[in-house]
């Protein structure tokens, strides 16, 4: 159930078997839950990491666990990292792994085991401050409980009370985290601390996104941002004075070609790998500048065969005097006279227009008549104006008797 602070319930939520354990910090729940079905000789458990105030499921699933080990705390850190510690020692968080991780339902996280309490003496956790683990040492492997302060008399002796809490004695720890990477020939921490430091980064940027941190805890955001670029560009410069030239440009490739400013970081990259006289890294770092075509250049064929659009009337001249064997001086008088007619106006089409209007020009047709309905009378000339009565004309007016006689 959801509750107020004067515990007025607010809202339930059924969960799908036994509750085992919750943890809660800011509007973060963590529940873990048995199975259906299962008894608690199983170990098989679920999650669920709920937003209480966006009332959704940011993450979900099969809670891990070492082989053999029981689960032994949950809790979330002071910068929202959902953990998780077994009883085989193994601290686990819950951090995203690029875009989608932290979205709805469904799409989880990676719980990654970030520290390894196996080699020490039974601890207890009390809290879980910004990527450190705050533990007490259990002399008698009992739960450290709280103890009220006593008051000082003369007659009071002071004892030592293996008890961390009000009037204990027993000073914590703080192990800061530390991920099992395995062995490297070189920069083995270094290559460690950039690991997890990325991982911090991504978690940060998600929170932003979710308007979860405070304005302390985005300064912290930010200061991780500068000092993870720095990391990075120390970690490339150690493995590039180590001739580990392939790791040096996968660390150039996946990390720092993906921060802000990526043209400035990778030219100091390559800066650094010119001073360690790795010369073929830097070619390849330089390489990583130059913007790469997404999509390979490719010749279309085209889209219309050639002379599909051509004029028709030229096609068959063209044609014609492809196809014409007979030569020049065979030609017959009508072709030559036509040859010499063509010649004449070419000539004329070339010559400028103040010759042309002084040359002679042949009489001109008279226009036609404008009136479409207009009718040629016998005996005109055309485009004459016809008189409108015989006796216009000048002719004498025949009689209607006559015509009818």
Not at 60 to 82: K, Y
Not at 85 to 101: E, F, P, Y
Not at 382 to 399: D, L
Request: glycine share 8%; aromatic share 4%; with cysteine.
């Amino acid at each position: 159930m959801r509750f107020s602070f004067s515990g007025l319930p607010l809202g339930m939520r059924s969960l799908p078997g036994p509750g085992v354990a919750l943890a809660a910090r800011g509007r973060m729940l963590l529940a873990v839950t048995r199975p259906p079905g299962t008894t608690d000789e199983d170990d098989e458990l679920d999650f669920r990491l709920l937003d209480v105030r966006a009332r959704i499921e940011r993450a979900g699933g099969l809670l891990p666990l070492s082989e053999g080990a029981r689960l032994r705390w949950i809790g979330i850190s002071t910068d929202f990292v959902p953990l998780t510690l077994d009883t085989s020692g193994v601290l686990r968080a819950l951090l995203g792994i690029g875009a989608g991780s932290w979205g709805g339902n469904g799409l989880n996280a990676e719980w990654t085991p970030v520290l390894s309490l196996a080699d020490e003496v039974p601890l207890w956790v009390v809290d879980a401050p910004a990527c450190s683990l705050c533990v007490v040492e259990l002399l008698e492997n009992r739960e450290p409980w709280p103890r009220p302060q006593q008051a000082d008399g003369e007659d009071e002796k002071s004892c030592l009370m293996p008890f961390f809490g009000v009037g204990g004695t027993v000073s914590p720890r703080r192990l800061p985290w530390r991920m099992t990477m395995g062995s490297f020939p070189a920069a083995g921490e270094q290559i460690e601390a950039t690991f997890r430091e990325q991982l911090l980064l991504r978690h940060f940027q998600d929170m932003l996104k979710m308007d979860m941190l405070s304005e302390q805890q985005r300064q912290e955001a930010e200061a991780l941002a500068k000092r993870s670029k720095s990391g990075v560009l120390k970690l490339f410069t150690q493995l590039a004075k180590s001739d580990e030239v392939e790791r040096a440009h996968h660390v150039a490739g996946m990390y720092l070609a993906k921060m802000e400013g990526t043209a400035k970081v990778l030219e100091m990259a390559r800066t650094l790998a010119e001073k360690a006289k790795q010369h073929k890294l830097a070619d390849e770092i330089a390489a990583l500048l130059r913007p790469a075509a997404s999509v390979p250049r490719v010749e279309l064929p085209p889209l219309f065969k050639p002379g599909e659009f051509e004029d028709a009337g030229q096609q068959r001249a063209e044609t014609a005097e492809r196809s014409d064997p007979m030569p020049t001086g065979s030609r017959s008088p009508e072709r030559l006279q036509t040859d010499a007619q063509a010649e004449e106006l070419r000539a004329s089409a070339a010559m400028p227009t103040s010759h042309r209007s002084a040359a002679p020009s042949a009489p001109s047709a008279p226009s036609a008549p404008s009136n479409p309905f207009a009718r040629k009378r016998p005996g005109t000339v055309a485009g004459g104006r016809q008189p409108a009565t015989p006796m216009a004309s000048g002719a004498n007016p025949s009689s209607k008797i006559a015509r009818l006689t």
